[in-house]
């Protein structure tokens, strides 16, 4: 079969990061096999020690989001509201329950862990969460305990975490019967923050007019610096695609074309309407240019020693987006709003996310004083398509345009 | 010069005619099953009605939820905008719109030209629109149209806490299975409504003065529970329900 003719708006790495996320895969689900250890750990948990001692780290969010843009999200949900579980609980947690007991999902199920980690930088859902698997699994649980920073970091809050990156460290040393070798954990530090600082540079990327990629891309990127943080795969990918980034600049790419309007996003996509959105935005001539969710992943980077990793990290892992407060993280959203130059803000309000979602009204007035930007505010669930109502948010979609249109003075 | 607005809302299609800056005529019908079928009938009843042909009208805008599928139309603009630009054209003093329909409420901020700057809508969810009302209207067995001067009887309204239009329903059976009196009934309706129409006026800030459109406009229990939650008085028009309509029409003035 000839091969169809590629479109040039499309990111040409993709299809190789489609390739990596698979291996990575491949290789966690057969790590029984190779006498290698699993550990289970949420996105925003601090993973370098486990790449440190080769246990492979697996991600029940990331899966979540493989879940939720399958659109098998759905009947998962629905499985563990039979289980008992209400359907205000996260549609991630609903659906990593469900899919451990059913084996569903695009990749048939996670493979079974052999120790879980959970740090509640991201939300307190993973707490109970982390707790319901550990008992069905039956195995260790460590929780890395991270106080919401809202105001700052006090002596006490680092000197708790700290004691505790210790007491991980003990921990995957008693489960695995190893010891940590302090020269693998640095270079893998390393690699983390360079990983880290590349992410930055290819979310830098979409400050050009036009963009050469959208928050719609950033959502599919991600998934490297999520899962193979600390890895020297990620480090070169992300290489290759800043340099694909940068050529599409030069040669005058944009992946939306005739780009009009530039629009922030804010809180994790809705995986299951991903191409819905982009192409109703796309059909105003306007890209979503970057968001809050995928930076996540690089806001911290500002903490990191890369020289000495293990101990900056503590500060890293927990002065995370959504561990600060809510003036803090209105900051950074003006911030964002200045350096992608923006003419408007997207809010999700996430029925799943509590905490990304919490604090929205205020970000939302904050940016409203401050910058005078139209700000949309739609409901949906990053996973769960029953709570998101196409009429109701293509009718907001288009008025918000029009707002946006007459304040750019193109209406 | 003729221009015409066609807002298909989930309960009834209106149309209005706007000749030289002056609204010649409206038209109310029920939507029904199809949009396209209940646009065209509007539409013409109403060129019918004011002695016109569809050659007459220079340019028409489709609005509501069924605005895609009026096909004849020369542009589709949301309810927001028509609405912004009808109570604008009806109270040029006008600064904030509460819009109460059949199936979405909504709270519109408009700048000193009369743009919207800004709007909330309801979540997805019957709680505080038309609907709601029309459920409640017929478990307590009184005429929609009539629901409004009952409320407004009341002495002592009921306290209706749930916030879902399926719960408050069972909470409102029950209460007639404890023979609360109709009226006080009614008016624990009215004050849910307005309590959750009013979080979206917060939610944006709006400033007065305030009309309120919609043909849940024309409930006066409804009018006096939002005026007490508003803390204003709220600007009523005779085409509360065609605003939508007739900023249509505005809109088209301008294409």
């Known amino acids: ?411 | 010069m003729i221009f015409a607005g066609i807002d298909i809302g989930s309960n009834t299609a209106k149309a209005a005619l706007i000749k030289d800056g002056v609204i010649s005529g409206t038209r109310v019908m029920p939507t029904g099953y199809h949009h396209l079928k209940a646009g065209t009938r509007v539409f013409e009843d109403l060129l019918h009605q004011a002695g016109l042909s569809r050659s007459d009208v220079r340019a028409v805008v489709s609005t509501g939820y069924g605005r895609a599928s009026i096909d004849f139309a020369d542009k589709a603009m949301t309810e927001i905008l028509c609405h912004g630009a009808g109570a604008y054209f009806l109270e040029p003093d006008i600064r904030g719109i509460i819009d109460v329909g059949g199936q979405d409420s909504k709270a519109i901020a408009l700048d000193n030209q009369g743009q919207v700057d800004n709007f909330a809508m309801n979540d997805k969810c019957a709680a505080g629109t038309g609907r709601f009302l029309e459920v409640m209207a017929n478990a307590l067995e009184v005429a929609l149209d009539q629901m409004g001067e009952v409320g407004l009887t009341a002495g002592n309204p009921s306290k209706i806490s749930s916030i879902c239009t399926v719960f408050a329903e069972s909470e409102v059976i029950s209460m007639i299975a404890r023979q609360e009196k109709r009226e006080n009934i009614i008016a624990g309706i009215h004050e849910a409504a307005a309590a959750r129409v009013a979080i979206l006026a917060a939610k944006i800030r709006i400033q007065g003065p305030v009309m309120m459109t919609g043909g849940v406009a024309k409930n006066p229990g409804m009018i006096a529970a939002l005026e007490k939650r508003l803390n204003q008085p709220l600007i009523i028009s005779p085409y509360c329900q065609e605003t939508g309509a007739i900023g249509a029409a505005v809109l088209a003035s301008r294409l």
């Open chain 1, 1 to 411: 079969m000839p091969d169809k003719p590629v479109d040039p708006t499309k990111i040409k790495a993709a299809r190789k990061m489609r390739d990596l996320m698979t291996t990575y895969y491949l290789e966690a689900l057969s790590a029984a096999q190779n006498h290698r250890q699993v550990a289970w750990i949420t996105s925003g948990g601090p993973v370098e020690p486990l790449v440190a001692m080769d246990i492979i780290p697996v991600y029940p969010e990331n899966h979540g989001a493989m879940i939720g843009s399958a659109k098998m999200g759905e009947d998962l949900c629905a499985k563990a509201e039979d289980m008992g579980y209400s359907p205000d609980l996260c549609s991630y947690a609903r659906s990593d329950i469900a899919c451990a007991v059913v084996k569903g999902g695009p990749i048939g199920g996670l493979p079974k862990p052999d120790m879980l980690i959970c740090c509640n930088n991201i939300c307190g859902t993973v707490l109970k969460w982390y707790e319901i698997q550990a008992r069905f699994f039956q195995v260790p649980l460590f929780i890395f305990d991270t106080p919401v920073c809202h105001t700052g970091y006090s002596p006490e809050i680092a000197a708790y975490v700290k004691t505790q990156v210790h007491e991980y460290i003990a921990f995957l040393e008693q489960v695995t019967g190893k010891k940590l070798d302090p020269d693998k954990m640095n270079h893998v530090g390393r690699l983390s923050y360079e990983g880290q600082r590349l992410w930055q540079q290819v979310l830098n990327t979409t400050a050009h007019k036009p963009s050469p990629m959208s928050a719609f891309d950033a959502f599919f990127f991600l998934a490297l610096i999520v899962t193979l943080r600390g890895t020297q795969t990620a480090v070169d990918f992300y290489k290759e695609l800043i340099h694909e980034l940068e050529e599409r600049i030069s040669d005058g790419i944009s992946v939306v074309p005739d780009e009009t309007y530039r629009l922030l996003w804010d809180n994790l996509p809705v995986w299951h309407r991903l191409k819905w959105l982009s192409d109703r935005f796309s059909a105003h001539q306007a890209c979503l240019v970057a968001d809050t969710y995928t930076s996540a992943w690089c806001g911290a980077l500002k903490y990191i020693d890369e020289n000495n990793f293990l101990d900056s990290m503590a500060q890293a892992y927990t002065r995370i987006y959504l561990n600060i407060g809510v003036d803090q993280m209105a900051q950074e959203v003006l911030e964002m709003i200045r350096f992608y130059d923006v003419n408007g803000l997207v809010m999700h309000s996430n029925r799943s996310c509590k905490p990304y979602s919490f604090g929205q009204m205020d970000i939302m007035r904050i940016v409203r004083e401050k910058t005078g930007i139209p700000v949309l505010m739609i409901e949906a669930d990053m996973v769960d398509p029953r709570s998101f109502s196409e009429s109701q948010i293509e009718t907001r979609i288009d008025a918000f345009m029009e707002i946006v249109k007459h304040k750019a003075g193109r209406s």
